[in-house]
Nanobody, 130 residues
Framework: HVQLVESGGGSVQAGGSLRLACATS???????????LGWFRQAPGREREGVAV???????YYANSVKGRFTISQDKVNSTLSLQMNSLKPEDAAMYSC????????????WGHGGSDFDFWGQGTQVTVS
């Protein structure tokens, strides 16, 4: 049974930082080989959008809106995915979810538009920026 559990959300002032974590378990490739991991967000009234993804060999891709401010990383030993968010803006406020998918999900343009290639999703953690 695959589980993705996010943590680290909260409320922060504009310009502040938060670090999100996603603990994974039960994935067939729990050591993160041959998978694509990603962070997505959805604000009220808006469609889910991709924030950042990371391939099993560490290649990262970011949405233009977060480039230079957010950093995605993975800890293969502890099966944890992280998202360091700096210089937060009010428009970054959303429910953030982590997801896992096949390796090609990182190289498909679909990750930026909601992540249809991703198979497993966490419940999400709320980020509020005021």
């Amino acid at each position: 049974h695959v589980q993705l559990v996010e943590s680290g959300g909260g409320s922060v002032q504009a310009g502040g930082s938060l670090r999100l974590a996603c603990a994974t378990s039960g994935h067939p490739h729990s050591n993160f080989n041959h998978v694509c991991l990603g962070w997505f967000r959805q604000a009220p009234g808006r469609e889910r959008e991709g924030v950042a993804v990371i391939s099993s060999d560490g290649i990262t891709y970011y949405a233009n809106s977060v480039k230079g401010r957010f950093t995605i990383s993975q800890d293969k030993v502890n099966s944890t995915l992280s998202l360091q968010m700096n210089s937060l803006k009010p428009e970054d406020a959303a429910m953030y979810s982590c997801a896992a998918g096949p390796f090609y999900a990182c190289y498909s343009n679909s990750w930026g538009h909601g992540g249809s290639d991703f198979d497993f999703w966490g419940q999400g953690t709320q980020v509020t920026v005021s």
